[in-house]
């Protein structure tokens, strides 16, 4: 949009009078912030109605993204940037006494997601309407996001994060298209003068979803799309059955907090409501605004909608679906399924088997007595239809309900048209062993879509000063196609540029080295490796390996008082999940050695340990731009692709990794020159699973390093980890080291000494930095986002001529 500073100004001071009648000289940042949100929401409201209005008229094909979760972060400099004013805002503020950057602090990180899967889901929302393609979010408006992180006497505890205290500033309530879902009490089926049978019900109980639009504003276009979060709230005319305290308490849980297990299933009857309460209102708003809009008649609805289930946590789509075309607008069984086929598609995040979720029959037909029915007949008829034509245990094994158990994957697969993994590594293995039968039954309905990331967030926003340098060397096209970053490479034998380069890391390492000594009171030398690994704290994902190599560094110094290494800066944040015990102890491990190492004077700034408390989405763009090296050290074939490793590449880290998700398509898409790899093959991996002939006893009595290394955590040479110390030795010995981090140490030991051979080469560092963010450009999210459009949801980009 255009937009003078003169104009600005005028509209934030008057903001500032109208909204809290004051003005710039006193108003508090609280103030500030409220009001300059306000201003940009009112230049942006009336670009999202006239979308809006477009999308209705135009009838074109829409995408509606269901997840539970999403991990938008900030919006405020998101917004701007994308409206084209950031820099006459921050200049126009800048004349006003005011600095945009302490503003935007205030903000709380909109945070009702866990890790890669909500971030990816706000990856997706930028980048669709960033691309101009219609997709719209649905998803849950949590009270209190993910719990904020606090590190006390090196522990983990948990605080609630009420983010919205002080009123989010983005969203619109919209009270006039609240919705009613339902649950548990009784139902049976009865038949109609015309020979139809539909349900019953009675005794149900009613909760009321009230849904808050937030604007998901396109990148220099004028492609606004809606995030849509429901609000669970009691229904006015409750009946009197239900008036009670316990009633009026449950209802308020539903959207209360979000889980905060990352890759874990939690079975508990409170994450089911949540699931069904989301899906049910999400899909009865779809289906309302597609009838008033009068689009088509419903039987043709495929043609203009498409529903996708983010991970099995919106699976009840399908049969949620089905109730709605069967029960509510009277099409038959064979054309309700048709349809639901075609509307849905389905991605698959991780194949830790504790991901997938199940839930005991029990449980779904007491919650959900209709949807329970609904199940039971898609899987019966399944079954009728498949026995001719294929064996019964390739139909057993694919069942939906079986073993007393709803199999949610299951309902996913078989009520979609297509299921996707997240990494070309991910995806064949769901085809050649996670998902191997389904794959047999349906081949057509399995592919690929590499994981991407917004690189408005992850460059433009938070890497000023390598965004710059970019403009400067090869024009600005990459802001609005990063695969143009290639051109960067033509600069590769160039001193000036790679001197450019390494100036533009170091200044942002002096910054992140200034917040390290703001938030941990620890000096670091901005001119040592600063190695990070920020991610979700879980064992597969083994920053325990990470602690490993630390351990002995620390050693070989402790041995040789004055060996000459690279000093480094190893940093880490992650959450645990606040039930996962050994996740939480690896934690303690982790503060209790950086105190050792940071508090031994023999050490000197050879090495460093900081652990960054509440790690989330704007820590991440801090620590992100200021990165040598990004950790992605995960056993392979766990991690299915990983994020945050295309974020690090893309702000010219280099990356140690493991040939585990993504890491592979970077390392192809950046030249094995430019990229550390070590560890076991997942075909190595799977061998060891096979013959069941891993040892960790072994390594541990025969590697002298590793005994040592080990040893320090019973042994007192760690202080304070009485109890943690000995869990982890065992985990590691007795416990056979599930992840095989033994087995991988050496590797990564060997690949950790040539990235220190290749740091003392500092022309030959920033070689390979620059190639690396020369060939992120195709994990850009819209890349990503463009798959899914023209290969699963066959929706259009808005061209901007209209
Ligand atoms: C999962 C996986 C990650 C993946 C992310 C997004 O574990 O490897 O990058 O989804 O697809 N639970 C997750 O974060």
Known sequence: MKLSKTQFRKDFEQSLTSEFATDVAKAGITETFAALSSVVKQYYTQIWQGDNQYKDRSQKKQTYYFSIEFLPGKMLKSNLLNLGILSTVREGLQELGIDLEKVAQVEPDMAIGNG??????????DSAASTGLPVNGNGIRYRYGLFKQKIIDGYQVELPDSWLNNVNPWEVRRADKAIEVTFGGETWLEETEDGRLIPRYRNQERVLAVPYDTAMVGFENTRVNNMCLWRSEVPQDLDVKFQNMEYMRQTSMLSAELYPDDSNYDGRLLRLKQEYFFVSAGLQRIIRHYKSNKIAPI???????????NDTHPALCVPEFMRLLLDENGLS?????????KVMSYTNHTILSEALEKWPEEMVHTLLPRIYQIINEIDKRRTDELLPHVGAELIHKTRIVKDGQIHMANLAIIGSHSTNGVAK???????DVELHDFYQLYPERFNNKTNGIADRRWLQISNARLSKLLDEKIGKSWRHDLVKLEALKDFREDTETLKQLAAVKLENKKDLAALIKEKNGIEVNPEAIFDVQIKRLHAYKRQLLNVLHILKLYFDIKDQPDLEMVPRVFIFGAKAAPGYHYAKAIIKVINEIAVMINEDAVVKDRLKLVFMENYNVSLAEAIIPAADVGEQISLASKEASGTSNMKFMLNGALTMATLDGANIEIKEAC????????????DEVYEYYKNGNYNARDIYEQNPVVHRILNAFIDGTIPNITNEGPEIFESLTAFNDEYFLLRDFNDYVRAQKDLENLYRDQRAWAQASLMNIATSGIFSSDRTIRQYAKDIWFIEEKSEEV
């Open 671 to 682: 030249g094995d020159e430019n990229i550390f790899i070590f560890g076991l093959t997942k």
């Open 116 to 125: 890669g899967l909500g971030r990816l889901a706000s990856c997706f929302m």
């Open 299 to 309: 039987a043709q609805i495929a043609d203009y909608i498409a529903v996708h289930i």
């Open 425 to 431: 590594l991910h995806s064949d293995i769901l085809k």
């Open 333 to 341: 069984w064979e054309q309700a399924w048709d349809i639901t086929v």
